[in-house]
C-alpha cells in the first residue's frame, strides 16, 4: 500500500528558504500525478502546486509562483517543492498527495488529489 511521507519542514524567518520532500514507499510514484497542499489554521486546504507523472508539466497558483519550484526524481521515488522568499502567510502544514493529472482543476477538485502521508509543519516568523 502506498505510503508518502513529508519531510524539511521547519522553522524559518521570512524570507528563507526550505526544501520539502515526498518520499514514497509501498509504490512507485511515477505512476501519479503529485501535487503539494497546505493547510493554516482555521483555513481549508489548499493546492498550491503539482506535476505530472513525467515531472515535463508543473503548475502553480498565483501566491507562489515565481517563488516555489516542484520537481521529481522517480528513480528515487522523491518528489520535492522548493520554497524561497517565504512569508508569514506561508505558514502551514504542508502535505503531499497523489492524483492522476495535473492542472489547477486537478488541484481545485475535492477528489483530484489524495493524501497518504502525515504532512510537514512550515513556520515562518521573526
Known amino acids: 500500500q502506498l505510503q508518502l511521507m513529508e519531510s524539511g519542514g521547519g522553522l524559518v524567518q521570512p524570507g528563507g528558504s526550505l526544501r520539502l520532500s515526498c518520499a514514497a514507499s509501498g509504490s512507485t510514484l511515477d505512476n501519479y500525478a503529485i501535487g503539494w497542499f497546505r493547510q493554516a489554521p482555521g483555513k481549508e486546504r489548499e493546492g498550491i502546486s503539482c506535476?505530472?507523472?513525467?515531472?515535463?508539466?508543473?503548475t502553480y497558483v498565483n501566491s507562489v509562483k515565481g517563488r516555489f519550484t516542484i520537481s521529481r526524481n522517480n528513480a528515487e521515488n522523491t518528489v520535492y517543492l522548493q520554497m524561497n522568499d517565504l512569508r508569514p502567510k506561508d505558514m502551514a502544514v504542508y502535505s503531499c498527495?497523489?492524483?492522476?493529472?495535473?492542472?489547477?482543476?486537478?488541484?481545485?477538485?475535492?477528489?483530484?488529489?489524495?493524501?497518504w502521508g502525515q504532512g510537514t509543519q512550515v513556520t515562518v516568523s521573526s
Open positions: 506535476i505530472n507523472r513525467s515531472g515535463e508539466m508543473t
Open positions: 498527495e497523489v492524483g492522476g493529472y495535473c492542472s489547477h482543476y486537478d488541484l481545485e477538485s475535492p477528489g483530484g488529489f489524495n493524501s
